[in-house]
């Protein structure tokens, strides 16, 4: 028998690691929104990743990513890439 950190309930058994939310254990019904929370955790730090730590990337039609840390940064970066990149022959 436990007592759940999250909700106050017992609970048979040892429960579930309530990390992030709370320290501690957590009943089953609990553990629901535990998972969520360490999904939603795991999908911020994979964006983040995937930006290389940028907070603001806007990818042009080649493929190039133009960084910045807002939106205005970052498409100055697409506007310099495609200046160099895709400047018309003509
Ligand atoms: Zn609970
Ligand atoms: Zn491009």
């Known amino acids: 028998m436990g007592k759940c ?18 320290t501690g254990a957590c009943c089953g019904s609990c553990n ?3 998972v969520l929370e360490r999904l939603k955790i795991a999908k911020e730090m994979k964006d983040k990743m995937n930006n290389d730590g940028w907070s603001f990337v806007i990818s042009c039609a080649c493929g190039y ?3 910045g840390n807002n939106e205005d940064e970052a498409n100055e970066d697409l506007e310099k890439h ?3 990149e895709h400047s018309s022959p003509f």
């Open 5 to 22: 950190v999250i909700c106050n309930q017992e609970f048979e058994g040892y429960g579930h690691n309530a990390e992030p939310l709370k």
């Open 32 to 34: 629901v929104q535990v």
């Open 65 to 67: 990513k133009a960084k």
């Open 82 to 84: 495609q200046d160099k």
